[in-house]
DNA sequence: GTCTATATCGGGATAGAC
DNA sequence: GTCTATCCCGATATAGAC
């Protein structure tokens, strides 16, 4: 196949990459095997190594794109300029549903990048981690008076933390409040999203 | 070597599990091979099969003992009467030091148990992740009008979550807010006893 | 109990026919 | 582009000498 500037790639590239999502986000890289992948594709074993020539090099392509869809879309919440409460149930509501469609997204992300933390550098030029904008709207309003005096990274790192961790520790918390009843735990996750709207808000706002 | 009902267990057990156990712990069951344990424990390989008969034996043994570890002792600090503010501090307070002793444990429980979550039967019975006394506690004091009334399990996720998430985040973290700097993370992690004591007791307290 | 040697398997990767 | 055959290596596990 002629490969032009557009890079327009075949059918078969598109099914090994997304067999290979499927895999790897569930599995881990050391989890899946090139055969796992090949059959889910309903290829042949080598060409994966025709297309993409080694597990790394697949593997940091999925990675790469799967740790941007896993950073929490902010920025854009900040353009209109709505009360704070408001921010802070929208990045909550999106977050969640954004998890819903990916559940094992963030333990994936997490135990790679604890596996291998240099492959962080990479990351950070390629997708844009980058809270700033969170942090120093808060602590504009702080100054304002609206907000307790937090420190807002703290703040930051505990609604991610309060957004993901349901779906990082699911198999437990599933079998320990709902006995392993998936639409339960479903229902509670959706719940979840004004509970703890409700809790950042009471704990980072001044009552009246 | 005799074993008796005490089963006393030779130094060369001792010195495999202990490298077992690190090894497991810091890159998993995948991550790790038994030539790895047995180069850190100092003896042959075959010496792990004698003793464990198999990678997977010495796996459970491990994971059993690091589950019990990684539930928070919860119940100890409802012996006395306190006021709920001061438990909820001692509970942050204990489960933050523990896991700094223990970095990486919280990353490994929670990638084994999404590989395999049907070992969490065994577990439930092992150890006890019963968080009713909690939650009953909780309970009673929304009815006396100490605590606003929210969903008791939301709750104990949400001061699970905020301990946890920045060890498990942790390469990422640090990197984003100390460029790497281990030190000033160390004393970021010991700042956030209080801020999200803080945090949870203004969410959840109803304000005089 | 501890070692060496070996069996067996599965994984990633390459060569080459078509 | 796609397949088969093959190589090479590392991993678990076992047999057997000491």
Redesign the pocket.
């Known amino acids: ?3 032009n500037k557009a890079q327009i ?5 598109q099914r090994i990459l997304e067999a290979a999502r499927q895999e790897f986000i569930r599995f881990g890289y050391d989890g ?7 059959d889910i594709a ?17 593997f940091d392509k999925i990675f790469v794109q799967a740790f941007q869809s896993f950073v929490p879309k902010i920025e854009e919440v900040f353009t209109s300029d709505i009360p704070i409460t408001e921010i802070i149930e929208r990045i909550i509501g999106n977050y969640i549903d954004l998890l819903k469609e990916n559940s094992f997204l963030p333990a994936f992300i997490l135990h790679e990048i604890n596996q291998h933390p240099d492959r962080i550098y990479e990351l950070m030029h390629a997708g844009r981690a980058n809270p700033v904008i969170f942090l120093k709207h808060i602590q504009a309003e702080i100054e304002k008076g609206v907000l307790r005096p937090v420190d807002p990274r703290h703040l930051f790192i505990n609604i991610i933390a309060l957004c993901l961790f349901p779906f990082i520790g699911r198999p437990l918390l599933q079998r320990i409040f709902f006995k392993g009843d998936q639409p339960a735990y479903d229902q509670f996750l959706e719940e979840r999203k004004k509970e703890i709207t409700q809790f950042v808000i009471q704990a980072i706002c001044i009552k009246i």
């Not at 899946?32 to 090949?38: E, F, G, L, P, Y």
């Not at 074993?45 to 697949?58: A, E, I």
């Open positions: 196949m002629v490969k790639s075949s059918e078969t590239e899946t095997s090139i055969q796992q992948i090949a309903h290829i042949n074993k080598s060409l994966v190594h025709y297309y993409f020539r080694s597990k790394d090099r697949l």
